[in-house]
């Protein structure tokens, strides 16, 4: 999959993932600054789904975690994402313990009692050989009813595209689903298209993600409606 994030929002990417509340709570508040963006995961299984969310840039990866362990994420993050920088943060000091970290995928390996400045000159250090990705151009091609990222396209339904078009001039790129459908139908939307609107929002995120390497492309915003995320440029 393409990193997609908008170029506006700028930054590095960070996940914490700890399961002591209070720890990755102040790991939080340290690292979200300008230039980075930090996020949190108490689990294996919760930062599968950030990342399915935004892909990150650096991972700090507890390795007493509930579930999966800390050494097993590592090894399956690297596979999956090479160039990802990947810190370990355990309170496992033995020599041992380190060479296993070394070898299931660490860049670097620091033992609690954590100290933010070995944390920040890490982050440092790998931020120089990870530049941050900016969007690709994604562009929306009203007359052909098409969606272009680079020399790929997907076509795409007159109500497809009229639903991209309208949450890209949306306010934050946000509309409530009654109000998306409705601009997208000139207010005439049939009986079978309301019933149907979940359907057609879910095909055309896995048509986007089998042709262009999309994901996520609009997300669900509970309570409210449809985000379309990262930038869309829009030709007439």
């Known amino acids: 999959m393409h990193r997609w994030v908008d170029s506006m929002s700028g930054g590095y990417q960070l996940v914490v993932v700890e399961d002591h509340d209070l720890v990755r709570e102040e790991l939080l508040g340290f690292l979200n600054r300008p230039g980075w963006v930090a996020r949190g995961a108490d689990c294996g299984e919760t930062l599968d789904e950030l990342l399915r969310q935004q892909p990150a840039d650096i991972v700090l990866l507890d390795l007493n975690l509930p ?3 800390g050494l097993v994420i590592s090894r399956r993050l690297r596979e999956r994402f090479p160039e990802l920088g990947l810190i370990m943060l355990t309170a496992r000091g033995q020599p041992s313990d380190k060479a296993a970290g070394y070898q299931h995928g660490a860049d670097v390996y620091l033992t609690k009692p954590l100290n933010i400045a070995e944390i ?17 151009d994604l562009c929306l091609d009203l007359g052909q009813m098409l969606l272009r990222l680079g020399s790929r396209q997907v076509h795409l339904t007159g109500l497809e595209t009229r ?9 934050r790129q ?12 000139r207010g005439a939307a049939t009986s ?19 042709h262009l390497g999309l994901e996520p492309l609009i997300k669900a915003v509970y309570g409210h409606g449809y985000e379309l ?6 030709e007439r």
């Not at 639903?163 to 306010?171: F, I, K, N, V």
């Not at 995320?229 to 829009?234: K, M, T």
């Open 120 to 136: 920040e000159a890490a982050l440092a250090n790998l931020a120089r050989r990870i530049p941050p990705q900016v969007a690709p």
């Open 67 to 69: 579930g999966e362990d």
């Open 163 to 171: 639903l991209l078009h309208e949450l890209g001039l949306a306010p």
């Open 229 to 234: 995320i990262g930038s869309l440029r829009i």
């Open 174 to 185: 946000c509309l409530g689903a009654q109000e998306l459908l409705d601009r997208a139908c």
């Open 192 to 210: 079978e298209q309301r019933r149907h609107f979940a359907v057609t929002i879910s095909r055309l995120r896995t048509k986007v993600g089998l």
